[in-house]
């Protein structure tokens, strides 16, 4: 396709077209910060999400250029960093904030909840599903190379509360993707240990040693193709990856 988005500082997303570089085909308006992430469906690419600075995830419809909806947890007061679609589930879609938490989401239960929601803060062994659930997991035998296998379950009956860029770039979908802004890690160390609440594999030399200091401000998530595998990155270069379970 010759159309791309693109998201703006001060809260616009475009819609370009690579045959036109002396206008733009529409502006859609909504955000009040800088829009990190816009992500088309990969079932219906009239259909796109965005991330922004101003805590929230909205979606669009391209006809529209005004938000469908708009996704924002009640507690969070932080960026969005990062939106991703399912690509087994047309209604599914994940994102990743500031303050540490990733969130499931799906439209097809409810626009106010995400069905499942976890902190980084949290002890090792809990997650966040309308009430605490144990973690399925193994412990490492090194802290060189720690892997556990972290488990987020979108069981539908459990629910808890939710809330959710300058895209300067794309990928081949037309999507568009900006880094966002960083904040300072000084006095700041991660520890090599195993830390279920915040990760699935421990990717290999990506956790630093020393002690915690407050959650890790979230940057990135993606889908696996595949399986039902979610991949989070931080802003300290770390990988985490969790077994989704019960997601249709």
Excluded at 110 to 122: C, K
Excluded at 225 to 230: E, G, K, V, W
Aim: proline share 5%; aromatic share 8%; net charge negative.
């Amino acid at each position: 396709s010759s159309l791309y988005f693109a998201g703006t500082e001060d809260g616009l997303i475009h819609k370009c077209s690579i045959s036109y570089n002396e206008q733009y085909l529409e502006t859609y308006t909504g955000h009040t910060g800088p829009v990190y992430r816009i992500r088309c469906s990969p079932f219906w690419n009239q259909v796109f999400l965005s991330c922004s600075a101003d805590w929230t995830v909205k979606l669009w419809v391209q006809k529209e250029t005004e938000p469908l909806h708009n996704f924002h947890s009640v507690d969070l007061s932080d960026e969005v960093c990062d939106v991703c679609w399912c690509p087994s589930n047309s209604t599914l879609f994940a994102s990743v904030t500031g303050d540490g938490r990733i969130e499931l989401w799906d439209l097809s239960q409810s626009t106010l909840d995400p069905i499942v929601r976890l902190f980084s803060e949290h002890d090792p062994d809990e997650i966040i599903m309308g009430r605490t659930q144990k973690l399925d997991k193994s412990r490492p035998t090194s802290t060189a190379h720690s892997s556990v296998d972290g488990s987020l379950d979108g069981d539908r009956s459990r629910r808890n509360d939710s809330r959710t860029s300058l895209a300067d770039s794309e990928d081949s979908e037309g999507n568009a993707r900006s880094k966002p802004p960083t904040r300072s890690n000084a006095g700041k160390s991660r520890p090599d240990g195993v830390d279920a609440s915040q990760s699935g594999l421990r990717m290999n030399g990506l956790a630093t040693g020393g002690d915690a200091a407050g959650p890790a401000r979230l940057t990135s998530v993606s889908f696996a193709l595949n399986a039902p595998i979610l991949a989070v990155g931080d802003d300290c270069g770390r990988v985490d990856v969790y077994r989704l379970h019960n997601i249709e």
